[in-house]
């Protein structure tokens, strides 16, 4: 079956710092991979997506890019913000399922001024 | 952007009795809903999947008679906890998927802002 696995927070960043969540998948054919975002008290955002092997998703600073050889999608931003302190998840959805997703398990990420 | 409301955003609610929570798609149609389940700290469980007109397909170990969905119309999705329990108190959340959409967009799911249930 399907299998989404990230890395566990938390992650606690100084502001500016390099952040990279690393994300793994199992998956049978072709999914779509995701990062959704989930600040304090909200539902989920979209974050970037990317649908085929060797896409970048990129977004607010953030890219990521579906790494077929390695079964990765790790998410990565240069220089982080206090604004950026949430929970990040990892997904997985395939049209042929439905376009249900698989989530990983989330990682918080807190960024200090 | 496409947006999912949810209510209530939060309740309360005594041992043995049901609640109702709503999911809109207030600005296009979705004929497929999902229903998360979120347990403090973990990720999204996948409880179910709404289909407009017909039976929601529940995942394997969901009680089909303790969470009840109803998906009546193409921009409204409920869940209906019964007969609530201590256990059931989580945050649930409902995605959508915007029917008219086409291509690299089809498969976008827009998430509410999730409900968060406490049974006493």
């Known amino acids: 079956g399907n299998s989404v696995t990230q890395m566990e927070g938390p992650v606690t960043l100084s502001e500016e710092a390099f952040l990279t969540i690393n994300c793994t998948y199992t998956?049978?054919?072709?999914?779509?991979l995701f990062w959704y975002v989930q600040y304090p008290g909200e539902g989920l955002q979209l974050l970037l997506k990317a649908t085929k092997a060797d896409d970048k998703g990129s977004n607010k600073g953030f890219e990521a890019t579906y790494r077929k050889e390695t079964t990765s999608f790790h998410l990565e931003k240069g220089s982080v913000q206090v604004s950026d302190s949430a929970v990040y998840f990892c997904?997985?959805?395939?049209?042929?399922?439905?376009?249900?997703?698989?989530f990983g398990g989330g990682t918080r990420v807190l960024v200090k001024p | 952007g496409a947006v999912v409301s949810q209510h209530p955003s939060w309740v309360i609610c005594k041992s043995g009795t049901s609640v109702k929570i709503e999911c809109r798609s207030l600005?296009?149609?979705?004929?497929?809903m999902f229903w998360y389940r979120q347990f403090p700290k973990q990720s999204l469980m996948l409880m179910a999947t709404?289909?407009?007109?017909?039976?929601?397909?529940?995942e394997q170990g969901v009680e089909k008679d303790k969470f009840l969905i109803n998906h009546a119309s193409l921009t409204l999705s409920t869940l209906t906890v019964t007969s609530a329990h201590p256990e059931d108190s989580s945050f649930y959340i409902c995605?959508?998927?915007?029917?008219?959409?086409?291509?690299?967009?089809?498969?976008?799911?827009?998430f509410g802002e999730g409900s968060r249930l406490t049974v006493l």
């Open positions: 998956a049978t054919g072709y999914p779509s």
């Open positions: 995605s959508a998927r915007d029917s008219s959409r086409t291509g690299s967009q089809s498969g976008e799911l827009f």
């Open positions: 997904a997985l959805g395939r049209k042929a399922a439905g376009n249900k997703l698989t």
């Open positions: 709404s289909n407009e007109g017909s039976k929601a397909t529940y």
């Open positions: 600005d296009f149609q979705a004929t497929t």
